[in-house]
């Protein structure tokens, strides 16, 4: 069962996790930031991963701590999740169309956590939200989750189908890099048989 739970407290978020690798990808999203759950329903539903996300933070400062925080708390369930990566295909990647935008992502849940993110934001906020959280959140999720993430916008004008195809194709290269892989279901994918530390 490739299922986690994650509750992580600080004195400036409370936040509960829940994911389920082989789901459907049904969402549960509270974190008191509209546009930031539409974004963790978009990461869900196209990775096939269920998830449970819900939190509170200091809202009435900013935005960032509770952004920053959901990242660092689904990063560690969806590690915790895939205990030591034995089976599964570990890479994955997948360029994603909205619009006039197109996006490019490569990922590899290689328990080596990285993030190049080469995207420009045209607009500091959408709604209520400062723009500049979402490489926060991504390196969050890198890090926490063990993920090589490199998140490329090749081109695009509208600043919400920007983020949203950023959020749509980690999901989709996550889809493919944590799903088992039939030929090797019992093999670490590494030729050092552990996922993690130096190259």
């Not at 960032?64 to 034995?86: F, M, P, V, W, Y």
Request: hydrophobic letters at 40%; aromatic letters at 6%.
């Amino acid at each position: 069962m490739r299922r986690a739970k994650v509750e992580r407290k600080t004195r400036e978020t409370e936040i509960s996790v829940e994911i389920n690798l082989d789901g459907q990808g049904h969402c549960e999203a509270a974190t008191g930031i509209g546009f930031l759950d539409h974004m963790i329903d978009q990461l869900a539903r196209h990775s096939l991963i269920d998830m449970v996300v819900k939190a509170k933070g200091d809202l009435h400062i900013d935005f960032h701590h509770t952004t920053e925080d959901c990242g660092i708390a689904i990063g560690e369930a969806l590690s915790k999740a895939l205990g030591n990566r034995q089976g599964i295909r570990r890479y994955g990647d997948a360029i994603i169309p909205m619009d006039e935008t197109l996006t490019r992502v490569a990922l590899d849940a290689s328990n080596r956590p990285y993030l190049i993110w080469k995207v420009a934001l045209h607009r500091p906020k959408l709604g209520e939200m400062d723009t500049e959280l979402f490489k926060e959140f991504f390196q969050a999720l890198a890090q926490a989750g063990g993920l090589t993430l490199h998140i490329e916008n090749l081109y695009g004008e509208n600043t919400h189908h920007i983020v949203e195809s950023c959020f749509k194709a980690t999901a989709r290269a996550l889809r493919v890099a944590v799903e088992i892989d039939p030929r090797q279901a019992h093999a670490v994918p590494s030729t050092k048989g552990v996922l993690g530390g130096s190259l």
